[in-house]
C-alpha cells in the first residue's frame, strides 16, 4: 500500500524560502517517477518539477534556478527546496508517483496522466 505524505507547507513573506517534504512508503520497484505539482487558487494544476529515479530531473520554466528537487534514499523522502518565492507561488502543493516506469520525456515528467499515486498536498501561502 504506498502511501505518499507531504509536510513543511506554511506561510512566507515574498523572497522567502521553504522546503516541503514528500515520505514515501510501502512501494517496493527500483525504477519509478516522482513529481511535485500545484494548484493555484482558481487555476488548473500544473507541474513544477521531477526526479527519475536514475537521478534526472525536470524543472517548469518559472521554477528553473528557484526551485531544487531531491531524493533521500535512507529517509525515503523528497524534497523541494523553493527558493526566491513570490505570490505566484502560493497554492496547495502536491507530490506524485508512479512505480516502475520512469519519468520519460520532461513534457511527461510534468504532466499528470502518468502519476498513480498522489499525496494530499501541502499549502504554501506567499504574501
Known amino acids: 500500500h504506498v502511501q505518499l505524505v507531504e509536510s513543511g507547507g506554511g506561510s512566507v513573506q515574498a523572497g522567502g524560502s521553504l522546503r516541503l517534504s514528500c515520505a514515501a512508503s510501502g512501494y517496493t520497484y527500483s525504477s519509478y517517477c516522482m513529481g511535485w505539482f500545484r494548484q493555484a487558487p482558481g487555476k488548473e494544476r500544473e507541474g513544477v518539477a521531477a526526479?527519475?529515479?536514475?537521478?534526472?530531473?525536470a524543472y517548469a520554466d518559472s521554477m528553473k534556478g528557484r526551485f531544487t528537487i531531491s531524493w533521500d534514499s535512507a529517509k525515503t523522502t523528497m524534497y523541494l527546496q523553493m527558493n526566491s518565492l513570490s505570490s505566484e507561488d502560493t497554492g496547495m502543493y502536491y507530490c506524485?508517483?508512479?512505480?516502475?516506469?520512469?519519468?520519460?520525456?520532461?513534457?511527461?515528467?510534468?504532466?499528470?496522466?502518468?502519476?498513480?499515486?498522489w499525496g494530499q498536498g501541502t499549502q504554501v501561502t506567499v504574501s
Open positions: 506524485a508517483a508512479v512505480y516502475g516506469n520512469r519519468c520519460g520525456s520532461r513534457s511527461t515528467a510534468l504532466g499528470q496522466s502518468d502519476y498513480y499515486y
Open positions: 526526479l527519475d529515479s536514475d537521478g534526472s530531473t
